[in-house]
């Protein structure tokens, strides 16, 4: 879950663990895994702005299309 920072902002897990291992290590801030990291973090948001988008058009073609009623012919029975 999303934790707040000290001003009461919401972070998301992702940076929250980025700045938790950054913070905890100076080495690792000069390192290929804070480089992935970094990169990883940027590549998540993406994929999640994605998503949004991609919600958004679907909700945008259900509207521009009404839905219609349906005829259909029924059977007389013998």
Known sequence: M??????????????????????HCDR???SKFAEH?????TEVLLAIRSVI????????????TPKRAKKIKVKEAD
């Not at 707040?4 to 913070?23: H, Q, T």
């Not at 990291?37 to 973090?41: E, F, K, N, Q």
């Open 28 to 30: 690792v801030k000069s």
């Open 53 to 64: 988008d991609e919600r958004i058009e679907t909700l945008k073609k259900e509207t521009a």
């Open 37 to 41: 990291l970094r990169g990883a973090r």
């Open 2 to 23: 999303a934790k707040k920072d000290s001003d009461d902002a919401v972070k998301c897990p992702i940076c929250e663990m980025f700045d938790c291992l950054m913070a």
